[in-house]
């Protein structure tokens, strides 16, 4: 590829930037953190009479992932994730019988969901192995980049891959919050059940670090990301894509 070409598609490349938040976070050994607050793992995510702890289609208690307090966030962060109010919420089955790493995005083994917290929380003791508490005190601003098998770049790479300046302008992995997608397959964004518009990716949340805390032994195959996504219209279909 001439070199005029392979400048022209790097700097398309950059204008595709993205700010993300990774979370910074804190072990919680008592996992005593409010019910509303922000954290990952443990007994305590907000509950109300509408909306109990999740059970999977196999009727056991899903396992408690993550929430994320939306409310809370601060306002960068509500305007690139369009969200400013509500506690995100991600539940997965971790039955070993229950294969809960299937394909489907919309399954009834996950629980992916905006509450809007009214007064006290519910208390539920969940019959299923429970992750590690840890807390999410804050958020630390990092720059994304598309990866190169998104859609949206375009970019030659059957000669001089720069293999260099390609990671140094990727996708951050870990926990965060907007930004791009660091998929370890092909980019897959499912579209709304309800308007069938393609859905937005809001949160990167890592499935096999939180396994690894997990006494079941279960490790979620070769699963290891979650992708939340919510439809741009209808803020409360969300889903799930794992790779
Ligand atoms: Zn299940
Ligand atoms: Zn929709």
Redesign the pocket.
Known sequence: MDSKRNEDQKKDWLKLKRPCWKMVKMNDPKGKSPYEASKKGGTRPYLSLFNKWPS?????D?TFFAQINLSKLPKKIKKATRNDSGILQLFI?T?IN?H?VGPSTFSR?NCVRIIYPKGKSLRHTPSVKILKSIKITGYTEKVDYPLISEDCVNYDHSENEDMNWMSEHSSNAGDKLSGWPMWTKSPKYPNCPKCNKQMIFIWQQELISMTDYMNSGHTFGDKRRGYIMQCPTHKKVLAIVKQ
Not at 56 to 60: D, E, G, N, P, T
């Open positions: 999977c289609s196999c009727r056991k899903m089955c039955n229950c809960p083994r």
